[in-house]
């Protein structure tokens, strides 16, 4: 058995991936996760492990999701070696991630029904305030053409 990312889970990512499909895998919404939780600046760095457990090679097997990973070790230390030590890019994944789920739970984690119109309307709002620039505004981009189904080149 694979190495496992254990991470603070909590019942809006059932809501989110099993009831309403806004993602289809649980390590998709835990990437989206960790970004907002990167533009925030909100990684909790002391409670983010918890019951959660997403195989380590989900994410490593997608280009995009590695990339991510990588880029968030290395800009939350500024520390090159971040770029290829898995370990720590799966920790700091987990903090922001964690750190990310307070915001999404206080955003649009009580909507009734399908929260999918809540979560493109957060993105759209702050993208209003704040342009997103560099891979977190690809990801975000693509986030919001895949919510919306308009389709990527």
Known sequence: MGKTVNYKKSDLYDTVVDEYGVFDYGYEFMTFLAVLGYREGTPDREDY?????????????????????????????????????????????????????????????????????????????????EEYQGTLGDIVSAFDDQMMGVEQD
């Open 49 to 129: 492990r918890g019951a959660g457990e997403i195989g380590l090679e989900n994410l490593l097997n997608r280009e995009l999701y590695r990339i991510i990973m990588a880029s968030l070790a290395f800009q939350d230390t500024g520390d090159p070696e971040a770029l290829v030590d898995v370990d720590r890019q799966e920790r700091i994944l987990a903090q922001y991630a964690a750190g990310g789920l307070k915001i999404a739970e206080e955003e649009f984690g009580h909507t009734a029904g399908d929260p999918t119109d809540a979560m493109v309307n957060y993105i759209r709002n702050h993208q209003e305030t």
